[in-house]
């Protein structure tokens, strides 16, 4: 593989070679390309010393062009350290294109095609948060014509061999693109053969090198794993639970009869000691554990248990306790069962836990944040601030913002915290979370007033498919969500 890196630009070319040989035409046809399409020639090229850059015929091609040749000392690869570097990234971007649609090794010089593509489009830092083919075509890239590498991709069948009954599309893989070509390299699970084409349907969801069951597109959602959620909360008097370690206290709260230089011992955990959650929450496990349930390794909040009925599982989070399963019958005997230990309350069917809002339709089960959202919005005050349609500005450099230290670094911090759990339903905002999150051990006031405020106003104005049961939504915005709910309308009543 040839590497030829801009070094202003930072645009990257790659050639494919079987042979090191090739080397000298391929810099030859990449020297005649520049100045025909860009209409400048090159002045110097820096190699390294191998044979494929330090022999006769490279030499007289340079000399005879008036290009200066550059080369590293032995063994310093760090005096080309731009290609060296962009040899890393490269490889790096193929090896996960590869991976993740388990590609075969006879394919995957095209993951190394695609990879140095999406590298050209990205934007850098080091460019001013450009692209290397903005900074060389002067353009912006054409996103979307972008496609999931290896995925599945039916093409139409077309050449003078196609009959009236034969299948008219193919099953392929998607390989990448053509220059110069409006057309899609594609690689045919019929024929084992790489081809072009550009009548293609692609399913960018599916992979037949790692599903090979079937390569007909499922629709169809899955059956739910359980189907009601209850909410229940012990009784405030519950959490005053037995102490395994009962310390000393020297001011208890409502207690005025300790002399001076007396401690009280405490036999109970009181609510609200900061001993108290922990002491809980043990007793809370002991008990789960005992009635059969047992404690997930990854998070130890979460509880299951199987039964004949199928699962029954259990989320406490202090004193919030979810419980879910496929059968009513084991719901409500656990139910019955902590009411007799800590005297629960049944708050019914969850509509809302930890930030999370529960909506239940016919298809399943939707989550969302909007009241997690306008609840920051109103601790910032800003419900009537104008609304922005990106979290951040465009083209909006944090790390180059010069202002004074923060008053309070405690507000900003508190508020990237919060925002850092929308991740759960906003993954559109997760990137403006992540570039917020790098100063909060030392933010800025204008990291407070142009950035950490546009956020909220961002997520409080876009919609999302929540908005079905709380707004009302125009016929457009309505039909979209309604079809992203997977819900259905019922027939209208004829007059």
Avoid at 415 to 436: E, K, P, T, W
Avoid at 452 to 460: D, N
């Amino acid at each position: 593989m040839l590497t030829i890196v801009d070094d202003y630009t930072r645009a990257t070319w790659i050639y494919l070679m079987r042979y090191k040989a090739e080397t000298v035409i391929n810099v030859r046809d990449f020297l005649r390309m520049v100045e025909v399409q860009f209409g400048v020639k090159v002045n110097q090229i820096r190699t390294d010393n191998g044979g494929e850059f330090v022999n006769k015929e490279m030499e007289m091609l340079l000399k005879d062009n008036g290009i200066i040749h550059q080369r590293t000392c032995p063994y310093t690869p760090q005096q080309n350290g731009v290609v060296e570097r962009k040899h890393r990234s490269i490889l790096e971007v193929a090896r996960s294109l590869a991976f993740q649609c388990k590609l075969q090794r006879n394919l995957w010089p095209y993951s190394l095609l695609v990879a140095v593509q999406i590298i050209n489009t990205l934007p850098s830092e080091k460019l001013k948060w450009k692209s290397p083919y903005e900074l060389l075509h002067g353009s912006e890239p054409a996103y979307g014509m972008f496609k999931v590498f290896g995925c599945l991709c039916y093409a139409s069948r077309l050449g003078p061999n196609r009959k009236k009954f034969n299948e008219r599309a193919m099953p392929c893989v998607f390989l990448g693109y053509i220059s110069g070509t409006k057309g899609y390299r594609l690689y045919s699970l019929e024929s084992k053969e790489v081809f072009v084409s550009r009548d293609v349907i692609f399913y960018e969801e599916r992979f037949p090198f790692i599903d090979k069951k079937s390569l007909t597109p499922e629709q169809e959602p899955l059956e739910p794993v359980v189907d009601d959620f209850i909410t229940c909360e012990p009784e405030p008097h519950v959490l005053n639970n037995e102490r395994h370690d009962p310390p000393a206290e020297e001011n208890v709260a409502g207690y005025d009869k300790a002399k001076k230089g007396e401690v009280c011992l405490l036999k109970r955990s009181l609510y609200g000691l900061k001993q108290a959650s922990r002491q809980w929450n043990i007793e809370f496990s002991d008990k789960l554990i005992a009635y059969g349930f047992k404690q997930s390794p990854h998070d130890h909040c979460l509880f299951f248990k199987h039964s004949s009925h199928g699962l029954l599982a259990l989320l406490i989070y202090v004193d919030d306790v979810l419980i879910t399963g496929k059968s009513l019958e084991d719901i409500e005997n656990l139910k019955s069962y902590l009411h007799d230990l800590f005297t629960i309350k049944d708050l019914g069917q969850a509509k809302y836990f930890l930030g999370l809002e529960i909506h239940r339709t016919g298809a399943g089960t939707y989550l969302s944040q909007r009241k997690y959202i306008m609840d920051i919005v109103h601790d910032l005050g800003l419900e009537n601030s104008k609304p922005t349609t990106t979290p951040l500005p465009q083209g909006l450099n944090l790390s180059s913002l010069q202002s004074p230290p923060l008053d309070n670094p405690q507000k900003f911090r508190r508020l990237v915290g919060r925002l850092l759990y929308l991740n759960l339903s906003r993954a559109d905002v997760s990137y403006a979370i992540q570039q917020l999150s790098q100063f909060v051990h030392s933010p800025s006031q204008r990291h407070w007033t142009a950035d950490g405020l546009i956020l909220p106003q961002h997520i409080s104005s876009s919609l999302q498919p929540a908005d079905v049961f709380t707004k009302s939504l125009g016929g457009a915005d309505f039909s979209r969500f309604i079809c992203k709910l997977r819900m259905r309308l019922p027939p209208p009543i004829p007059a």
